[in-house]
């Protein structure tokens, strides 16, 4: 089945960490793919303690799109497309693939979205892939059997306090 974590709020990649290790805990390969992160947050240094979960990462890190320039986002584009593809031809190994941010990859059309609506509907039946970020489009919210909206009431980033190692990252 397909999931989807979205919004605003605190804990769409905690929820997917969670259902990572409850797989990876019950014998389930995972394949775990983050974009728009460096792989340094605490929630992946713990899963790389289990077995069972591979991760892969795009070989260009120029943090939030917000903050890219032209050019950071034309070779983000090139290195997510390209990571996209490499874990769209690994899928096949694995029972659980979780997308990180994928939601809104999607969105600033960072990957070849014919691409990955053809892999979710392909594979919707086979496997467990979990999709997170901000603003899904219409199409991935069709193609999903659970849709999960995060939504923030109250966060410390909005008193200038900055993200915190362990809570946030």
């Given at each position: 089945?397909?999931?989807?974590?979205?919004?605003?709020?605190?804990?769409?990649?905690?929820?997917?960490?969670?259902?990572?290790?409850?797989?990876?805990?019950?014998?389930?390969?995972?394949?775990?793919?983050?974009?728009?992160?460096?792989?340094?947050?605490?929630?992946?240094?713990?899963?790389?303690?289990?077995?069972?979960?591979?991760?892969?990462?795009?070989?260009?890190?120029?943090?939030?799109?917000?903050?890219?320039?032209?050019?950071?986002?034309?070779?983000?584009?090139?290195?997510?497309?390209?990571?996209?593809?490499?874990?769209?031809?690994?899928?096949?190994?694995?029972?659980?693939?979780?997308?990180?941010?994928?939601?809104?990859?999607?969105?600033?059309?960072?990957?070849?979205r014919d691409e990955l609506l053809s892999f979710l509907k392909d594979n919707r039946e086979?496997?467990?892939?979990?999709?997170?970020?901000?603003?899904?489009?219409?199409?991935?919210?069709?193609?999903?059997?659970?849709?999960?909206?995060?939504?923030?009431?109250?966060?410390?980033?909005?008193?200038?306090?900055?993200?915190?190692?362990?809570?946030?990252?």
């Amino acid at each position: 089945m397909i999931h989807i974590y979205f919004g605003e709020g605190k804990g769409k990649t905690t929820a997917a960490t969670g259902l990572a290790a409850r797989a990876a805990g019950s014998g389930m390969k995972v394949l775990f793919v983050q974009f728009f992160k460096d792989g340094s947050s605490g929630e992946v240094k713990s899963l790389k303690k289990l077995e069972n979960i591979t991760f892969l990462y795009p070989d260009t890190y120029n943090g939030r799109y917000a903050t890219m320039t032209d050019d950071q986002r034309e070779v983000t584009k090139k290195s997510y497309t390209e990571a996209m593809k490499k874990a769209i031809g690994m899928a096949k190994d694995f029972d659980l693939i979780v997308l990180d941010e994928a939601v809104s990859v999607f969105s600033y059309g960072f990957i070849d979205r014919d691409e990955l609506l053809s892999f979710l509907k392909d594979n919707r039946e086979a496997k467990e892939i979990v999709l997170t970020g901000r603003d899904p489009a219409r199409q991935l919210l069709e193609l999903a059997d659970y849709a999960t909206e995060m939504r923030k009431h109250r966060h410390p980033f909005d008193r200038g306090i900055a993200a915190r190692e362990g809570i946030e990252y």
